[in-house]
């Protein structure tokens, strides 16, 4: 299979054009053009020489939705189809006044957590950049098609896979959607979610300066491990003190995702426990009350066991907020995640 021709950033393709005979003076209006051809009605010229190149060196086949599928509350689900017939999962959430793109970055998932729909698949393999990139293009195309001014949606990389296993090829998607010549994405407007996957967490400052977010999901080792195995290898401590060292902002914070399940994780003293790892970091509380998916083990906590949890942590002046579950009914919520190709009780 071909290279994707949208895994290039501005250095790859000036380098595949010196390398190739063609001047490097192109490499800017071809990168624009990939990128904001069309919003921007660019129509540049190419010598035949360098568009019949290209067509020999690259894909240009993005990819496209096998499934396209719409909850009551806006949330759309697609199931694209990568060049090699895998299928991995992005959905847009309407927030406010502009959409949010949860992106995949591998198809299925190492991490085998154990809440988590992904998990049950394994990892089959890691999406190359293209392939990342290309389902932002994907959902840029389909929200201009319902407005032509709909703004850029914002992403989250928290779809289908551990974003930092795959570090190289997300690293390289990120470059390429902030760059100021495509998208122009500001890296704020981009949050990377992790388990705590440390190989990757200790080259994070090679990383374009988005937002960090940690998979925290219980201050208890033992149900940690359980949750999250890699816990076990790289322990809640270690990955804290390497979050200690991440450069912020002065108003940047890191998010805390935690996720309360009825009974295991949204007890008073775990409460009290995730407060006092918290206390006096930069640090932003994302509740979210568990999805049951189909076969799940774990079950959902009432609103009034939600309430009690985050006053506990407000108790303490951290910062918390309750993340409101959208597009449950289409398995599109958080840790719901897992082509619908597959049986789902596997
Ligand atoms: S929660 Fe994230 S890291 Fe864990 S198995 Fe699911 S996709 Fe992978």
Request: aromatic share 8%; hydrophobic share 35%; with cysteine.
């Amino acid at each position: 299979m071909k290279p994707s021709l949208y895994g290039n950033n501005l250095e790859s393709l000036n380098h595949w054009l010196s390398s190739n005979g063609h001047s490097k003076n192109q490499g800017e209006v071809l990168f624009r053009y990939l990128f904001n051809g069309e919003k921007d009605n660019i129509r540049p010229q190419f010598s035949n020489k360098m568009l019949k190149d290209l067509e020999e060196s690259f894909s240009k086949r993005l990819p496209i939705p096998s499934s396209t599928q719409t909850a009551k509350d806006g949330t759309i689900k697609f199931l694209m189809k990568m060049e090699d017939g895998e299928e991995v999962e992005s959905v847009l959430i309407p927030f406010y006044k502009k959409y949010t793109l949860c992106i995949s970055s591998q198809v299925g998932c190492a991490m085998n957590c154990d809440f988590c729909y992904t998990g049950t698949m394994g990892l089959k393999r890691n999406l190359k950049a293209g392939e990342i990139v290309g389902q932002y293009m994907y959902a840029v195309k389909y929200l201009r098609s319902l407005k032509s001014n709909e703004p850029l949606p914002n992403i989250v990389m928290m779809g289908m896979g551990e974003p930092l296993h795959n570090f190289d090829e997300v690293k390289r998607a990120l470059e390429i959607l902030t760059h100021e010549k495509s998208y122009a994405l500001s890296p704020r407007q981009i949050t990377l979610s992790t388990v705590g996957y440390l190989p990757g967490l200790k080259r994070w400052h090679e990383m374009p300066p988005v937002n960090l977010a940690l998979s925290l999901h219980s201050p208890v080792k033992e149900i940690r491990d359980q949750l999250i195995p890699v816990n076990r290898g790289y322990p809640l401590p270690e990955v804290m003190e390497v979050l200690e060292a991440v450069p912020l902002h002065h108003r940047q914070v890191i998010t805390y995702e935690y996720l309360l399940i009825s009974g295991l994780t949204d007890r008073d003293e775990d409460a009290h426990k995730l407060a006092k790892i918290l206390i006096g970091k930069k640090a932003m509380i994302n509740l979210i009350p568990f999805n049951p998916y189909p076969g799940s083990a774990y079950k959902k906590p009432s609103t009034s066991d939600v309430v009690r949890f985050k006053s506990i942590l407000v108790s303490y002046k951290l910062m918390t907020m309750v993340r409101t579950t959208k597009g449950d009914e289409i398995l599109a919520a958080c840790g719901q995640l897992k082509a619908k190709t597959q049986d789902p009780l596997q």
